[in-house]
């Protein structure tokens, strides 16, 4: 498990948009965290992990690093097939594009139920979530 993860976007307010609207559907919150970044958080109460998201390269990033090369890719765990749904459904009307509808994928495709959009720097963004074996 992560403590947080981070990547560069050329547009924050664009960015922000397609992530406001990815986060509400998974219960997830965006809040501020500078003039240059926000974080996305579980909530004010529970700000770890979180996923920063920002303009300014980081100070403890070196001269070596391949800052934010896209695409990247981000998976949020969503509750529900529900929330997967919405995910899919809010970033699309946020002007985001389909990459993959919501569906069963991978070897287990019988229990993980996917759905992912490209944001608008090009990063693949998914929901999903995983679901006990049918009996």
Known sequence: MFGRIGYRVR???TARRFDEAAA??????VIDNSETSFLVIRSTEARLPFVWIGTEQPAFWSARHQVSASPIHVAFAAKSRAEVDAFHKA???AGGTDNGKPGPRGPAAAHCYTAFA???DGNNIEAGVREAPAA
């Open 91 to 93: 970033v699309l009307a």
């Open 24 to 29: 509400a559907a998974l219960g997830l919150q």
């Open 118 to 120: 490209p944001d608008p």
């Open 11 to 13: 547009d924050l307010p």
